[in-house]
């Protein structure tokens, strides 16, 4: 019996550094009571008014009703309730003498008495469900507690939060996340300590056998010294760090469903102890097994000398690239200095930091928290250098798309990928090689300046190169490429918005010096001072779409336009429902304009697809919409599309029809629609990132992050789209 106690003794006092969790870890438990406490007055907290039983206060007087029982109902929302009289955080939008925006309601009102809990730099952020850009907050004169409209990225201290149980301890983990919080915030109050009963019922949980295995040789009951963080590399890579999480990410290949991640791990300081990965000593032969590493599962890795913990650490993997990228500061009209690291899980590409230079891109999107980047790889001396990445193109511009209004982070690259797959030839695909009318992707994970920012895909663009286009020489211009920037008569190619029908007037005059004309913008040739654009190409075609009578658009239309490549265009986006593209969001490309003019489409932004909106909304974009009756009544319609439509040149709706019966038969089916989006969710859902994502960006500026209820809802939509179009088309 003594021997069992003493080997008791040695092994509990070994859990404290080879169990999963550090001894002084406190994690937040759903369900449980906490004191909600604002980090700039830690010696207070938030309580029922003495005076209004709907007012929130700020008090440093402890009271029996000043507990909130936290309950996590979905991944990312949170019910508050005050532990005594059951009432709940509600948002209300209502100011009064003593209430800011919300107040304690006995009843529960849905999303306004919903809250999203989150680890900020500092503290706890928390923001209501219902009115997204109120954050909770306590106001420095009067100390009353309500919410503020703020940012997520600029919340002060009396915006910052921590949690404290009934035992007095301070929660320092909420979500598997560490939360950073100043010193006094534990001032008075209690750290965790490990205790007798803990350590039993942490080895009742862990097993008798995988506990002896986790026991280093020659322990003793020595207190556990304080551990430094643990430096190592994962196949010879440096892991990626998140100082938001404090934990390490290493992207890595596939390993399939349920299988190990099986990696060599080299350890700073290997000599001072053994490697200990969820409390089991790690394999002695240079490789480890990472069992059941789907989902975003945290290792725990710590070197433990004797029965001391010399250095921990925390490790998850993802099956997507990491990017990395570091800016001193950054702006949307012009690029600034900064870093670019990309961790390939196949190794392919050269994983090491190189300069670039960036801004913000997008217009309605730079509004957006979850930001967009435009990267430019240059050399040390500040020019440009192209790279070749993820089995893409070689180029030196690439592009970092949030994809923040879209809720399945997603549609952008399905999207893309359809077209590329239809395998769309314009007119002078003979003339060139290399040709395509769509860009390339891939979905990454992005880290800035050491935080986690979540999936984006990483993109080439449409410009020159990928279409092709032949060179300009000096002055003289050969290959054009236009793209629309706003509605307009001329970007719908001469369709009069306000009248819905053609223009029936000529454009306006151009300046082949001006970088824009009738609302488009000349991507090619840039201007400069030897070089100017050619404008002539679209204004003819325009003249054509919108001006020409009907006889004459239908005896010119296809020496001007690329008709085989615009059929395929409009099926392409009557069947997305992609209404932001049928005259914005366009690209028209001329090859050589000294033999021919006609313009080529080629699609860009395709966020708004797919039942949802160009700001992500579902009004509007129901299955069952006729596409061509929709662009009319919202004065979107394209004087191309309508008039070939309606003047049906060379039998123009009977090749339409016998084109979409043959996409029906494979692209356009509902299965393999529906397999391309399937695809996408496995691959984040195993890597952790659809978690992640959802932690990091859930009802950011409204767009709700629910990828189970988006998965239904693609589903039912594709069926119906196509069901539609099948009737539409006489199949």
């Known amino acids: 019996m003594r021997t069992l106690y003493s080997f008791l003794l040695i092994l509990l006092a070994t859990l404290g550094t080879a169990m999963p969790c550090a001894a002084d870890e406190v994690h937040f438990v759903s369900g449980e009571d906490y004191q909600i406490r604002c980090i700039l007055w830690p010696d207070g907290c938030v309580t029922p008014s003495a005076t209004n039983d709907k007012a929130l206060v700020y008090s440093r007087v402890a009271t029996d009703n000043n507990w909130w029982t936290i309950t996590c109902e979905k991944e990312g929302v949170y019910v508050i309730r005050n532990a005594s009289n059951g009432r709940y955080f509600t948002y209300d939008g209502e100011r009064t003498d003593d209430r800011r925006y919300m107040y304690l309601s006995t009843t529960d009102h849905g999303d306004a008495s919903r809250w999203s809990v989150y680890v900020s730099a500092a503290g706890l952020g928390v923001r209501n469900l219902y009115r997204r850009a109120h954050y909770l907050d306590v106001r420095k004169d009067f100390y009353i507690v309500g919410t503020y409209s703020g940012h997520t990225d600029m919340l002060s201290d009396n915006e910052r939060f921590f949690l404290v149980n009934r035992k007095g301890e301070v929660v320092t983990h909420f979500d598997q996340s560490f939360i950073n919080l100043p010193d006094d915030c534990f001032e008075g109050r209690k750290r965790k300590a490990p205790t007798l009963a803990g350590r039993i019922d942490a080895l009742k949980k862990a097993g008798t056998k995988a506990a002896a295995q986790s026991t280093p040789a020659n322990t003793s009951t020595r207190a556990v010294v304080q551990a430094s963080a643990l430096n190592f590399t994962v196949d010879g890579r440096r892991p990626v760090y998140d100082s938001r999480s404090q934990l390490y990410y290493c992207a890595v290949s596939d390993p399939g469903e349920g299988n190990d991640v099986v990696a060599r791990m080299a350890v700073e300081n290997a000599e001072k102890g053994d490697l200990y ?37 925390k490790l998850t993997f993802t099956y997507l690239p990491i990017i990395e990228i570091t800016a001193g500061s950054m702006a949307k009209s012009s690029f600034n200095p900064g870093t670019f690291r990309l961790s390939d899980p196949s190794g392919r590409d050269v994983d090491s930091t190189l300069s670039v230079k960036m801004r913000y891109r997008g217009d309605y999107a730079t509004f957006f928290s979850k930001k967009s980047f435009a990267v430019k790889f240059v050399d040390s001396n500040g020019k440009k250098q192209s790279r070749k990445w993820l089995d893409m193109r070689t180029d030196n511009y690439w592009i970092l798309d949030a994809m923040a209004v879209d809720h399945a982070r997603m549609r952008n690259r399905v999207a893309m990928d359809l077209w590329n797959d239809m395998d769309v030839k314009p007119y002078y695909a003979s003339s060139t090689s290399n040709l395509r009318t769509g860009v390339e992707g891939r979905l990454v994970e992005v880290f800035c300046n050491g935080r986690y920012q979540g999936v984006y895909n990483f993109t080439e663009r449409i410009d020159r190169k990928q279409l092709q286009l032949k060179k300009s020489e000096g002055d003289k211009v050969y290959g054009c490429l236009y793209k629309s920037r706003q509605w307009d008569t001329w970007t719908l190619l001469g369709f009069d918005r306000s009248r819905r029908q053609m223009v029936g007037s000529q454009p306006p005059g151009y300046d082949n010096r001006s970088e824009s004309w009738g609302k488009w913008e000349v991507k090619y040739p840039e201007i400069d001072k030897n070089t100017s654009a050619d404008w002539r190409p679209l204004y003819e075609a325009i003249l054509v779409s919108g001006a020409a009578d009907d006889a ?17 265009y409009y099926l392409f986006i009557e069947l997305l429902h992609a209404v932001d593209n049928s005259g914005k969001n366009m690209y028209w490309a001329v090859y050589d304009q000294t033999k ?105 500026n409204g767009i709700y992050l629910t990828f189970d209820d988006e998965m239904d809802f693609l589903k039912k939509w594709i069926a119906d789209r196509v069901a539609f179009l099948d009737k539409q088309y006489g199949l």
Not at 279 to 306: E, I, N, T
Request: include cysteine; charged fraction near 30%; aromatic fraction near 10%.
């Open 552 to 568: 004459t658009f239908c005896n010119k239309v296809g020496t001007v336009y690329d008709l085989p490549a615009v059929r395929d």
């Open 277 to 313: 990965i969820d409390g089991k000593v790690a394999s002695r032969k240079g490789k480890c097994h990472f069992p059941k590493p789907d989902g975003g599962h945290v290792f725990r890795l710590a070197l433990v000398s004797g029965s001391d913990t010399v250095a921990r650490a």
């Open 596 to 700: 021919s003019k006609k313009l080529t489409p080629a699609p860009w932004d395709l966020d708004g697809t797919f039942g949802r909106g160009w700001d992500g909304h579902r009004s509007g974009c129901e299955a069952t919409n006729p596409f061509r009756d929709f662009l009319r009544s919202g004065g979107m319609q394209n004087a191309l599309f309508e008039r070939l439509y309606k003047l049906d040149p060379d039998g123009w709706n009977k090749l339409m029809a016998n084109r979409y019966r043959e996409l029906r038969r494979s692209l356009f089916s509902p299965e393999s629609l529906m397999k391309r989006f399937t695809t996408y969710r496995d691959l984040l859902k195993r890597s952790g990132a659809e978690r992640r994502e959802v932690n990091q960006w859930h009802n950011a």
